[in-house]
């Protein structure tokens, strides 16, 4: 089961996948196309930023251990 989300976005995996035991996730992104020409045309790097958390609580949704925090 794939689930895209956009900025802001949150999902219930309990909810949507009650039982679940493992997860995966993949981050990505792009550079819009003109943004690609302009970067070409006058040498320029980009620089993105990207940023992402997982919580991993227990059946009570509280965390246990600072490990939880990925």
């Given at each position: 089961m794939t689930i895209n989300l956009q900025?802001?976005?949150?999902i219930s995996l309990k909810k949507e996948s009650p039982g679940i035991?493992?997860?995966m996730c993949g981050l990505g992104w792009d550079i819009?196309?003109?943004?690609?020409v302009l970067l070409r045309l006058f040498k320029l790097q980009a620089h993105v930023y990207l940023d992402?958390?997982?919580?991993c609580l227990n059946p009570n949704d509280k965390l246990t251990?600072?490990?939880d925090v990925i």
């Open positions: 900025k802001g976005q949150q035991t493992k997860l819009e196309k003109t943004s690609r992402a958390s997982v919580l251990s600072k490990s």
